[in-house]
């Protein structure tokens, strides 16, 4: 056990210093992870601030067993959040191995308990089996999905309480028209879609997208809350952005969202 332990912990301060992390990771005495890009801990952090309230509501009314799920989870920085926040058990899910590599080392160096925060590799569309969860992350996934109203149908399958979403948006929100079936005959949509082709690279070289080779489609505000009632979401909530957060946010390119059973 000894052995294992020292040779994780070796490979996690190799890899740290490579600048292909997803999360700026604090590994104690100093050390800190590179991080991919220089803005990305400032959409993770607006990310926290934003869902922060309403995720300890939820946990604080599940109770001592809280339990939560994170889709996506690339290293496991939320699942970390959720931890702190007062989820007793979190479950995280990431289409790439070597993401779920990289937060089974940060878990085991920071000590946490894998009964407490359990990791494994799954398509977001095979999840759900997993059972129900009070609280439901979904951030940074559904623009990079060919079938991101499939994925929004998983979702709500395993939410219990709350279901987190947090996707980039399209502009501008004016509506589109497109024609329907009949010479003459338009129609106005707010919901729309963009589609942006990923290409087909080796995982590694091409971190943050779920998988290359794929239509991704990004969705403007109103289809991202079309999408959701139509994955069966009753109600969906958007909670207010502190003006000092990342622009991103505050100037609705971005949108974090509630989404109730």
């Given at each position: 056990?000894?052995?294992?332990?020292r040779?994780?912990?070796?490979?996690?301060?190799?890899?740290?210093?490579?600048?292909?992390?997803?999360?700026?990771?604090?590994?104690?005495?100093?050390?800190?992870?590179a991080?991919?890009g220089?803005?990305?801990?400032?959409?993770?952090?607006?990310?926290?601030?934003?869902?922060?309230?309403?995720?300890?509501?939820?946990l604080?009314?599940?109770?001592?067993?809280?339990?939560?799920?994170?889709?996506?989870?690339?290293?496991?920085?939320?699942?970390?959040?959720?931890?702190?926040?007062?989820?007793?058990?979190?479950?995280?899910?990431?289409?790439?191995?070597?993401?779920?590599?990289?937060?089974?080392?940060?878990?085991?160096?920071?000590?946490?308990?894998?009964?407490?925060?359990?990791?494994r590799?799954?398509?977001?569309y095979?999840?759900?089996?997993?059972?129900?969860?009070?609280?439901?992350?979904?951030?940074g996934?559904?623009?990079?999905?060919?079938?991101?109203?499939?994925?929004?149908?998983?979702?709500?399958?395993l939410?219990g309480?709350?279901?987190?979403?947090?996707?980039?948006?399209?502009?501008?929100?004016?509506?589109?028209?497109?024609?329907?079936?009949?010479?003459g005959?338009?129609?106005?949509?707010?919901?729309?879609?963009?589609?942006?082709?990923e290409?087909?690279?080796?995982?590694?070289?091409?971190p943050?997208?779920?998988?290359?080779?794929?239509?991704?489609?990004?969705?403007?505000?109103?289809?991202?809350?079309?999408?959701?009632?139509?994955?069966?979401?009753?109600?969906?909530?958007?909670?207010?952005?502190?003006p000092?957060?990342?622009?991103?946010y505050?100037?609705?390119?971005?949108?974090?969202?509630?989404a109730?059973?």
């Open positions: 056990m000894w052995r294992k332990r040779r994780d912990t070796d490979e996690l301060l190799e890899l740290a210093g490579s600048p292909t992390w997803m999360y700026e990771w604090d590994l104690g005495d100093g050390l800190r992870t991080v991919m220089p803005e990305l801990m400032s959409i993770h952090e607006t990310r926290a601030a934003v869902m922060e309230p309403v995720v300890r509501r939820v604080a009314v599940a109770g001592p067993d809280a339990t939560a799920v994170d889709l996506a989870c690339s290293e496991g920085w939320f699942a970390h959040r959720l931890l702190e926040w007062g989820a007793h058990r979190v479950v995280g899910i990431d289409i790439r191995p070597e993401n779920i590599r990289r937060a089974e080392l940060v878990r085991d160096h920071l000590g946490i308990d894998e009964d407490r925060l359990s990791l590799v799954a398509d977001v095979d999840a759900g089996d997993l059972g129900t969860f009070d609280v439901v992350l979904c951030l996934l559904i623009y990079h999905l060919e079938n991101p109203v499939g994925a929004l149908r998983v979702a709500r399958r939410t309480r709350v279901c987190v979403v947090e996707s980039q948006l399209v502009e501008p929100h004016e509506p589109l028209r497109h024609s329907w079936g009949t010479t005959e338009y129609v106005d949509q707010p919901a729309a879609w963009a589609a942006w082709y290409p087909q690279v080796e995982q590694d070289s091409h943050i997208a779920s998988a290359g080779g794929v239509v991704s489609l990004i969705p403007n505000r109103a289809a991202l809350l079309q999408a959701l009632g139509a994955a069966g979401f009753s109600n969906a909530e958007e909670p207010p952005v502190d000092g957060l990342s622009s991103q505050t100037e609705r390119h971005r949108l974090v969202v509630a109730w059973p």
